[in-house]
């Protein structure tokens, strides 16, 4: 359980946001229950993944990363989460001379990723109505190791700072915004709020969280880190400017002054189990120390030029595959302005009413639907080993071509015709083995087809009941 949960961590959210991870180290921790990383950097890519896509990563480092979950031990030990030095620099793209991607691919794993969720929650939902409402008696071993890391899960963060800095909005007056943060602890407490352990049996739990030196600040006419010759240092700098007190650092003019917090957190996994029936999920108690806000004249000028500055670039980059090298005349100006609209706007809204695109788009979604039933018929263990070139090519066009309705429309359709082929080849097998004994059977060498000639004998009946629909 432990190290399936510490692999489906590392796997699904630390390899897409970061570099040099070593897998084959990370397995052999996974087993010991405990995963250490020191000194990761950041993907190119992780702002645009976070939907930040008009800035570029100029520094990203995580100092020390530790993820430690021990089964054998879990009434005894915590789950711990630690982060320790989160340092981001980012600057507006068009800053960083560096090539530019295909964005085809990009589009195609966003859709794949989607589209994997999309699933994963339809199993999860599929789950959850197959075991229907049991008590906590009758809750699973999964189950009650999940809650058992939740209700004793520890988080601490500390060192954070995330810059964003821009020098093409006003030259003159360069801008820098962050948000800094000395530290965050989140711990499981008892009904008294003492950090201890929590039962099994708890009909709630306690979090306590505690917050210091939360800020965020805006500068105007700053001091550039990016623009600094010795790029090797930034880290440094980046954790040296976190603010540790309530004044702050004098160099920031903060939005939100430092701010120390502490919260209080009473959970109800099952909210209706308990008595009086009907209670909030969360209790949610927060005490603020010290806030101070602060906004000048000269920060909300500067925040409504940037604003209307990263929207330019945004419309700049949607047409950016238009746009001539340069302009000699205003002709080739109002020429791209058309071709702007035409490409973007015009011809894609009268090619779907074309019978050359519809006929073309039903015969990808058929290709694709035979294809994922050969996909689905094959074992788990890896199914496209023993899929041929043409499902291969298959697959790949229709995941380029069709959007995400269609592919989940189409996964959906060929998985139904597996399952019902799956269920037909039982219900063959158990009425030959209830015409013929066992000894009959054997003597006669009758056999059952397996899951290895599912995909052959899928395709025929998935192409006519395609056809006849």
């Not at 950041?42 to 979950?69: A, C, F, P, R």
């Not at 054998?72 to 800053?95: N, Q, R």
């Not at 809650?147 to 899960?153: E, Y």
């Not at 962050?178 to 201890?196: A, F, H, I, K, P």
């Amino acid at each position: 359980m432990s190290s399936y949960l510490l692999q489906y961590f590392v796997n699904h959210y630390l390899l897409d946001y970061v570099k040099n991870v070593d897998v084959n180290s990370t397995k052999a921790a996974v087993l010991s229950g405990k995963v250490e990383f020191e000194k990761l950097e950041l993907q190119d890519d992780v702002l645009e993944k976070l939907g930040l896509n008009g800035y570029s990563l100029k520094v990203g480092h995580v100092n020390k990363l530790t993820l430690q979950l021990k089964i054998w031990a879990l009434a005894s030990e915590p789950a711990v989460l630690t982060i320790d030095g989160l340092y981001i620099l980012a600057v507006p793209s068009f800053s960083v001379q560096k090539e530019e991607k295909n964005k085809a691919e990009k589009k195609v794993k966003e859709k794949l990723s989607t589209l994997t969720k999309i699933e994963e929650m339809r199993e999860m939902r599929r789950q959850e109505e197959t075991s229907g409402s049991q008590s906590e008696a009758e809750d699973g071993f999964i189950v009650r190791q999940a809650m058992a890391v939740v209700r004793n899960l520890q988080i601490n963060v500390s060192n954070i700072h995330v810059r964003l800095e821009d020098q093409f909005t006003d030259p003159a007056c360069p801008l820098s915004m962050g948000v800094t943060m000395d530290s965050l602890r989140l711990n499981t407490c008892s009904s008294q709020w003492e950090e201890r352990m929590v039962a099994e049996n708890t009909d709630c739990f306690f979090k306590k969280v505690l917050l210091r030196s939360f800020a965020v600040y805006f500068t105007t006419n700053s001091k550039l880190y990016s623009q600094m010759p010795d790029s090797s240092g930034l880290k440094g700098i980046l954790k040296s400017t976190i603010a540790r007190e309530s004044k702050g650092l004098p160099a920031f003019k903060y939005l939100v002054r430092p701010l120390t917090s502490d919260a209080k957190l009473q959970v109800f996994p099952n909210p209706m189990k308990v008595k009086p029936a009907g209670q909030p999920q969360i209790h949610f108690d927060m005490v603020v120390h010290d806030i101070g806000i602060v906004l000048h004249k000269r920060q909300v000028r500067s925040m409504l030029a940037l604003w209307e500055c990263f929207d330019q670039a945004m419309m700049k980059n949607k047409y950016k595959c238009f746009r001539p090298k340069q302009f000699s005349n205003a002709r080739q100006k109002w020429q791209f302005a058309m071709t702007c609209i035409v490409e973007r706007t015009v011809r894609p809204r009268l090619r779907v009413w074309q019978w050359e695109y519809m006929r073309g788009h039903r015969q990808t979604c058929r290709r694709y639907q035979q294809a994922m039933v050969a996909y689905y018929s094959q074992p788990p263990d890896d199914p496209r080993k023993k899929l041929s070139d043409q499902q291969l090519r298959d697959i790949k066009e229709g995941e380029e071509q069709l959007d995400l309705f269609n592919l989940d429309v189409c996964r959906r359709h060929a998985e139904y015709y597996v399952e019902t082929k799956k269920k037909k080849m039982k219900e063959a097998k158990k009425e030959a083995k209830s015409k013929q004994g066992y000894f009959s059977s054997w003597v006669s060498g009758v056999k059952v087809a397996d899951d290895e000639t599912l995909a052959s004998e899928c395709a025929p009946v998935l192409g006519e009941a395609v056809q006849a629909g």
